[in-house]
C-alpha cells in the first residue's frame, strides 16, 4: 500500500518532492482507494497472494517468493518471506 502513502505526501507537501518512484505499488488518481484499486486488479499475481482479516492484509507465504522475489535467489526469497508481516 505503498502507492497510497507516497501519493498522499507528494499530494501534502509537493515542494518536499522532485519525483515519486512506484515500485510494486498502486498509482492512485485522487478519490481512489486501495480496495477499489484492488478489485479492479485482473492482470497480476497480488490479488490471489493477499489475504485480509482481522489482524489486517498479508501475502500468502506460498504467493510471496513468485509475487515479490521471483528474481533473487531462493535463499533469500525465503529469508525475505519469513520477515513478512501483516499490514494492519
Known sequence: ????????????????????????A??????????????RDQETLLPSAVRLGTGGVSIRREKAAELFYADCQQDLAEWATSRLRPDP
Do not use: K, T
Open 1 to 24: 500500500m505503498g502507492g497510497m502513502a507516497i501519493s498522499q505526501a507528494v499530494a501534502d507537501a509537493p515542494e518536499l518532492f522532485c519525483a515519486a518512484v512506484y515500485l510494486c
Open 26 to 39: 498502486f498509482a492512485p488518481l485522487p478519490g481512489d482507494r486501495i480496495s477499489s484499486l484492488a478489485r
